[in-house]
């Protein structure tokens, strides 16, 4: 084993000498997953059928919306910025994160690792909250089944970036990994963890739409080729390596 990952073996045992007795990873989860799944169970019991276009047309909106500002937020996250909070965010991310989990190390090993994968519990109810403002907006400027399309698309946004986030540090055997999309998102968040790509390259989550549309994605391909290459690094290309 090489000194890069006897460094990376001693920065892991270091932070989970951090974790509280108590942690639970599975509890993690399941605090995320249940008020998640609350909120959007609440959301489609309000709804009076039947839905039409303009409440549907919040889906796609929310979607893309979603992507965008996960690109531009994990862009921010690389830079500590002036403010407590985004020091803290920045240590949190990218000095802890990013030691935590490298390119060549990049698999949780256990429950407890969920700790430094998952955002805290409190992230998807102040989430929600924010989104009650714009899902107020569109409620009043459309109807009330289109602002509740709107949070329940917001809350799922959440969920599905947790879940991708939690696949692509999953060991590369587990059969979850093999399913498209999440093939590619694993493969194009675990290349971000490389240190000549992490401050530029591979920002999204959920979809690399916005890695794709500002050419900011590891792999050279079009809109398709991109959301859908899977594992393969055929079409990788690196920064030293131009364009």
Known sequence: ???????NEQ??????????????GIRHAAIIAGFGILVIGVC???????????????????????????????????????SALSRALYTRHTLTHHRFFTEEHGVLEGPRDLKIVFFPAFALPLI??????????VWLAISLN?????????????????A????????????????????TMRRHHLAHHDPSLMMTHNMN??????????????VRR???????????????????AGR
């Not at 916005?210 to 994605?217: G, K, L, N, Q, V």
């Not at 079009?222 to 030293?240: C, I, K, L, M």
Request: net charge negative.
């Open 1 to 7: 084993m090489g000194s890069l990952d006897q460094s």
């Open 205 to 218: 989550f959920t979809l690399p739409w916005a890695d794709w549309f500002f050419e900011t994605s590891d």
């Open 164 to 183: 991708f986030h939690l696949c692509a540090h999953l060991p590369d055997t587990h059969w979850i990994t093999r399913i498209p999309l999440v093939d």
């Open 11 to 24: 920065f892991r045992a270091e932070f989970r000498a951090t974790i509280p007795q108590g942690y639970s």
């Open 44 to 82: 489609a019991w309000l709804i009076s059928p039947p839905l039409g276009w303009p409440d549907l047309a919040m889906i796609p909106l929310v979607v893309i919306g979603w992507n965008l500002l996960e690109w531009w937020g994990h862009k921010m996250l690389h830079r500590p910025g002036k």
């Open 128 to 137: 929600t909250l924010m989104a009650l403002v714009p899902a107020a907006v």
């Open 222 to 240: 079009g809109f398709w080729g991109t959301t859908f290459n899977g594992a393969s690094t055929r079409h990788v290309r690196r920064p030293d």
């Open 146 to 162: 289109a602002g509740l399309v709107f949070l329940i698309s917001t809350v799922a946004m959440y969920l599905l970036f947790e």
